[in-house]
Structure formats: C-alpha cells, structure tokens
C-alpha cells in the first residue's frame, strides 16, 4: 500500500505562484510513476503532469507546459508542482496519484493506484 498526502494549496489572485506537495508513506519502492490530476466543479478529473520516480522522465499537458513544473524529491519520498502564471481556469481540486505498473508515463485517472485526498486551489481573476 502506498499513502498520498498533499498540501500547499490555496487561495492566490491571477498570475500569483502556488507550490503543491505530495508525501508519499509505505511501499514506497513500488511507485513507478507520481503525478497529479485535477478536477474543476462538473468536469472530469484530468492529468496535468507526471514524473517518473527515478528517471525523472515528465509529461505536462498542454495547457500548463510552460507554466507549471513537476518535480520530486525521492530521499523525501515528495513530489512537487510548481505552478506560475495561474489563471481562473486552474481553479479545481487538484490530486495526487501514484501508479505502480509502469514501465510509461500513464496518463489515464484509471491507471493509477493510489490517490491523495486533494487540495483545492483557487484563482480569482
């Protein structure tokens, strides 16, 4: 079993920074590939980065290439996703995800394991 934790989000006003965290606890050895998702009021939950836990290897999509960065401390066991330049439309619950199987960056809610509880964060325009 793998345990997500995250912090760090918040209320922060258009073009403002926000940093995500995500401790992870547990069979931590298994974890292939970390990323989070997001999820807005009646929208599904969607990718918007992963990392691979020890290549380093990334996905973004699209609309926060340029803007977000995700990066992971493994003698922490954490994750990160530095976001810049946010906009209203970053406004969502944004959620940890860890998936054990690999051997790709996974990019589907339905391929990973585990999840955190989620932050909520708020941009005012």
């Known amino acids: 079993q793998v345990q997500l934790v995250e912090s760090g989000g918040g209320l922060v006003q258009a073009g403002g920074s926000l940093r995500l965290s995500c401790a992870a606890s547990?069979?931590?050895?298994?974890?292939?590939?970390m990323a989070w998702f997001r999820q807005a009021p009646g929208k599904d939950r969607d990718i918007v980065a992963a990392i691979t836990w020890s290549g380093g290897r990334t996905y973004y999509v699209d609309s926060v290439k340029g803007r977000f960065t995700i990066s992971r401390d493994n003698a922490k066991n954490t994750a990160y996703l530095q976001m810049n330049s946010l906009k209203a439309e970053d406004t969502a619950v944004y959620y940890c995800?860890?998936?054990?199987?690999?051997?790709?960056?996974?990019?589907?809610?339905?391929?990973?394991?585990?999840w955190g509880q989620g932050t909520q964060v708020t941009v005012s325009s």
């Open positions: 995800a860890a998936d054990i199987a690999g051997p790709i960056v996974r990019t589907a809610r339905s391929e990973y394991d585990y």
């Open positions: 547990g069979r931590t050895f298994s974890i292939y590939t």
